[in-house]
């Protein structure tokens, strides 16, 4: 079970690096950006902006979840809630390897 995992979480710690560099590229025909009485251009690529950095930021959370659980799973802890100390649910952990608590503790 643990080389699946171990599969896994890094195949997924891989798929959110590409993400985060995909989203870290420079915007193609940034030219100025203008807020006025009108949505235009600029407006449009503000938007698209600060859509990306919020994904950005969420997929860097995401990422240090796969990390610790990575972690986790080096020493010999992974599987096991970080708050109550019980097995995390098979079923869990299938939905979602990068899980450190059980649902009752989840986040």
Not at 35 to 55: H, L, N, P, W, Y
Not at 65 to 89: F, K, N, S
Request: with cysteine; proline share 3%; hydrophobic share 35%.
């Amino acid at each position: 079970m643990d080389a699946r995992v171990r599969t896994e979480l890094e195949a997924k710690e891989a798929e959110i690096v590409e993400q985060m560099t995909t989203l870290s590229r420079p915007m193609q025909e940034q030219g100025s950006i203008s807020f006025g009485k009108r949505v235009g251009d600029g407006t449009a690529m503000a938007v698209d902006r600060i859509t990306a950095v919020t994904a950005h930021d969420n997929l860097r959370g995401l990422l240090d979840e796969v990390r610790h659980a990575l972690a986790l799973l080096d020493e010999d802890r992974y599987g096991v809630c970080e708050v109550c100390g019980e097995t995390i649910p098979e079923g869990r952990l299938e939905a979602r390897p990068w899980a450190t608590t059980c649902v009752a503790h989840g986040r």
